[in-house]
């Protein structure tokens, strides 16, 4: 092993000279380290062992045995553990610390980590573990990642189960963890509570201890819980920050610098059951084929100001987090659901998009201000389509739709990607029990105000890149090359064709898929160009809408739940002199952007793409479990499934009109060899060719629906579901010949891979 260090003096080391290594050593030091440093044998290695716990006891450096530091100072190199995201930046402490010391650990600011090929790396976010260079200077420590570390937290979030000898084990509630942790430590928890662990030590055989109890995991609103947890969802707001925002709700309106709109019938037009209301619509006709529209924006910046407390936790945050049964929002309620709110009958500060549409549907002008308006209605999207479609709406819908038509037509004329993708619903009763799952219908008041946004989100863009503003862009790129080779060979498979060498456009998807007339091939084709498309995310660097068909496009309209307009809403405020007089008190004199966000505007937009994500996930997720419990009371029952997705141990298929995707695994298909076609995206039989292929429609028989982790498995309806066990239970097994111990339900033993999992790669001749 190459040392950087120099050579150190041979035999038992001052307690100085210990320190002096553990500070300078280029790997974690750990007592194996020091003892090969210093060249020590034998009776050295007793006498170093008792050396290092007096300096520990002295407070010289901690109790680790595996990797030692300086109390008070950090290791050259050591992991770190992200505890924090401010400002764009990554704060983190060393991952060893304990939790119980007196002193309070050294919080190190991370420096950008670089990917492969000198790339950006994906951003950091709370809870990532890295190995990171650090030090520390006279404006405090600092820390330089080499490479990211995988995580230790990963399925420590699960039920207590106590086996027939009296040990306690940690069942995960994530589906992809297939094994439980023995529990070391169980505190007050009880069988059968859901807790949240940490490791013991750095093996993953180590066992965890309990460190909180969430209680009992299938009382209504634990899945989300579950989830929050899970994902490290920041859900309580600090006493700060309520008490800003309590402040920050109490700010004066200026009639004198504001545009008053307050006589306009703007209607705002959300979900039955939306909990805020950032954006509201009006139009009327200009006389020449075209419409004069508005597109009123809670003025949220106006409220949460740039440096403020309220400002450093909603960037934490990037975005609600929607559930089934809560939100976690971005903003504290007194904001998100009352003062920013744009609801009936009250005053509320707005940003407002002026449009002028002309007879083709092209937005030909446009200009922002900061107004006042009062909404003159909060109207559901089933009950606004209802007043349309009774042939007698009112004048203002009738204008809406009138101006919609145009704006639609212009969009078919760009020929954005159309992808009909289903999004499921879960409606609660008031126990919090699971009322009813279906899948949200598709109306024409979700088109209109989704064009509308459309349409406020490229006129803000574009207002900002004629001033040379900064830009919070929302990219979605043109699929990769790689994608698209994948997509080639797919199509191959069907007797389709995709040509590389042409330019690749949304509408190149549109005809392909409108090509296609058989509606079960039609689901293949969608879900290979669904997985062919790039994930969309925000940053200041344009590199257009692929999906929208569009140039330059940003998010704008929803600044209570997402921190990325926010920004665009501050850079407007420069751009074009909004700003509001300064507020009395002690909040922050401004509402455009700080020099702070200027400079850090990659930092800043990498993280909330992370946050984004972080909430897709968890909502995913929640969605999962919620449905697995609601089907836990159907297993045996035989449903309309289609196939999303295959892989060589079996593939992947959710019920149609309902979701949540569940495992067929290959050893259910019989004793058949099936192969796994990768290019076609099949599991294939080696006698009878039977073929399993993306969206295949077929029906199966549930076998399992675990509600804790969200996971369904299916079997063909011919299976044998007899052996199902009941859900909670654990099959009892018989001891194996080969098994060296057994702790509970917990077997040790022969290694390699389980007899019932079918080898998949080639077969030997």
Same mark, same amino acid.
Request: charged share 30%; net charge positive; aromatic share 6%.
């Given at each position: ?7 150190h003096p041979q035999g038992l080391p001052t307690k100085k000279q210990v320190l ?116 520390? !200077? ?42 439980? /942790? ?103 006709p200009d006389g020449k084929g075209g419409y004069n529209a508005l597109v009123a ?250 999906g929208l068909a569009l140039s330059s496009y940003a998010h704008f309209t929803s ?42 505007? /990659? ?28 089907? /836990?009371? !159907? ?131």
């Amino acid at each position: 092993m190459t040392r950087s260090s120099p050579k150190h003096p041979q035999g038992l080391p001052t307690k100085k000279q210990v320190l002096d290594f553990i500070q300078s050593s280029d790997t974690p030091a750990g007592k194996r380290e020091i003892a090969r440093a210093f060249g020590l044998k034998g009776q050295e290695k007793i006498k170093l062992k008792a050396l290092l716990k007096d300096m520990a006891e002295e407070g010289l450096i901690d109790g680790k045995r595996t990797a030692y530091h300086r109390m008070g100072g950090v290791p050259k190199v050591t992991v770190l553990r992200v505890v924090d995201i401010e400002d764009g930046e990554a704060i983190a402490i060393p991952d060893n610390w304990e939790p119980d010391a007196e002193e309070k650990p050294p919080r190190l600011t991370l420096r950008e980590m670089k990917g492969k090929g000198g790339k950006r790396a994906p951003a950091l976010k709370r809870g990532d573990r890295v190995l990171a260079r650090t030090e520390e !200077r006279e404006s405090g420590w600092i820390a330089f990642p080499m490479k990211k570390l995988p995580a230790r937290s990963e399925g420590l979030l699960g039920v207590v189960e106590i086996d027939k000898a009296g040990k306690a084990w940690l069942a995960p509630v994530d589906k992809r963890i297939r094994s439980s /942790s023995p529990i070391s430590d169980v505190g007050e928890a009880e069988a059968g509570q859901l807790v949240l662990c940490e490791r013991t030590g750095r093996s993953e055989r180590s066992g965890v201890k309990v460190i909180e109890v969430i209680g009992d995991p299938l009382a209504p609103g634990a899945f989300s819980l579950i989830a929050i947890a899970k994902h490290g969802i920041p859900h309580i707001f600090p006493d700060a920050v309520h008490e800003e925002a309590r402040r920050a709700s109490n700010l004066k309106l200026s009639e004198s610098k504001r545009e008053d709109l307050r006589q306009l019938p703007i209607v705002a037009i959300d979900p039955a059951d939306a909990r805020d209301h950032d954006d509201a619509i009006w139009a009327e006709p200009d006389g020449k084929g075209g419409y004069n529209a508005l597109v009123a924006i809670a003025d949220v910046s106006f409220y949460v100001r740039p440096g403020s407390a309220l400002d450093r936790e909603a960037r934490k945050r990037g975005n609600s987090v929607y559930f089934p049964d809560r939100v976690v929002p971005m903003l504290p309620e007194i904001l998100s659901a009352d003062v920013c709110s744009l609801v009936e009958d009250e005053t509320r500060a707005a940003m407002a998009c002026h449009l002028h549409i002309d007879g083709e549907g092209k937005v030909t002008k446009f200009r922002f201000t900061r107004a006042l308006v009062k909404i003159h209605q909060n109207i559901a999207y089933e009950d606004a389509q209802r007043e349309v479609d009774s042939g007698k709406p009112p004048e203002y819908l009738e204008h809406l739709w009138g101006a919609w038509k145009l704006l639609a037509a212009a969009r078919h004329k760009r020929d954005p990607l159309e992808l009909d993708l289903p999004e499921r619903r879960v409606q609660l009763n008031d126990k919090g029990d699971i009322d009813e799952i279906a899948v949200r219908e598709r109306l024409d008041a979700h088109r209109v105000v989704e064009d509308f946004m459309i349409a406020a989100n490229v006129a803000a863009a574009k207002a900002l890149e004629a001033k040379n503003a900064p830009v919070v862009y929302r990219i979605h790129e043109t699929p990769a090359r790689e994608k698209l080779i994948a997509l080639r060979d797919y199509l191959q498979t069907l007797g389709m064709k995709l040509a590389l060498g042409q330019v690749i456009t949304p509408g190149l998807f549109n005809r392909m898929l409108k090509d296609v007339s058989d509606e079960a091939e039609k689901a293949q084709v969608m879900e290979a160009v669904l997985r062919s498309q790039m994930q969309a995310y925000y940053g200041p660097a344009n590199a257009g809408h692929f999906g929208l068909a569009l140039s330059s496009y940003a998010h704008f309209t929803s600044p209570i739940r997402r921190y990325s307009d926010l920004l665009v809403h501050r850079a407007l405020v420069d751009a074009y002199g909004l700003e509001q007089p300064k507020p009395p008190g002690s909040l922050p004199a401004t509402t455009g952007l700080s020099d702070r966000d200027r400079s850090n505007l /990659s930092q800043i937009t990498d993280a909330i793409s992370q946050t984004e994500r972080r909430a897709m996930e968890a909502e995913r997720d929640t969605i999962d479990r919620y449905v697995a419990a609601w089907l /836990s009371g !159907r297993v045996g029952e035989t449903f309309d499934t289609r196939i999303t997705g295959v892989q060589g141990f079996g593939f992947f298929a959710t019920i149609e009109g309902l979701g949540g995707d569940g495992l067929v695994p290959i050893s259910t298909l019989g004793s058949e060899y099936f192969s796994h076609d990768e290019a076609a995206h099949a599991l294939i039989g080696e006698k009878s060719g039977t073929r399993f292929t993306v969206g295949d429609r077929l029906k199966l028989k549930l076998a399992e629906a675990n509600a804790l982790t969200g996971a369904l498995k299916f079997v063909l309806p011919d299976s044998d579901t007899s052996a199902i066990e009941p859900r909670g239970r654990r099959p009892e097994r018989k001891p194996r010949r080969d098994a060296q111990k057994k702790a509970g339900n917990h077997t040790v033993g022969k290694r390699g891979r389980p007899g019932n999992i079918r080898h998949q790669g080639r077969r030997r001749k």
